[in-house]
């Protein structure tokens, strides 16, 4: 069984919270964090939804993005955010 992947620069900036949440969630071997150098940007730019980071890839393939929705989700799959705020990812 494949888990989720979140894919950002490796450094804090907009995925801080969301890999915070991303652990609570689904503690340390429960997901991956993908990190990427600033210098391979150029070739996986063209490949990410909108063109930015963070993308959280889930188990089935679908590619989420954008870190405050990311941060969300995770909370509603911790259960410490109403779920009926997050709409069409389930």
């Known amino acids: 069984m494949s888990v989720p992947k979140l894919t950002y620069f490796d450094l804090a900036g907009r995925a801080l919270g969301l ?8 503690g340390k071997d ?12 150029k070739d996986l730019k063209p490949t990410t939804p909108l063109g930015c980071l963070p993308v ?16 969300r989700w995770a909370g509603t ?11 069409g990812y389930s």
Not at 56 to 71: N, R
Not at 77 to 87: E, G, K, R
């Open 19 to 26: 890999r915070i949440a991303m652990f609570k969630a689904f």
């Open 77 to 87: 799959v911790m259960q410490f955010y109403d779920a009926s705020f997050v709409l």
């Open 56 to 71: 959280l890839t889930l188990s089935d393939g679908k590619q989420m993005t954008q870190s405050e929705a990311l941060t």
């Open 30 to 41: 429960g997901w991956k964090d993908e990190r990427i150098q600033f210098q391979d940007w």
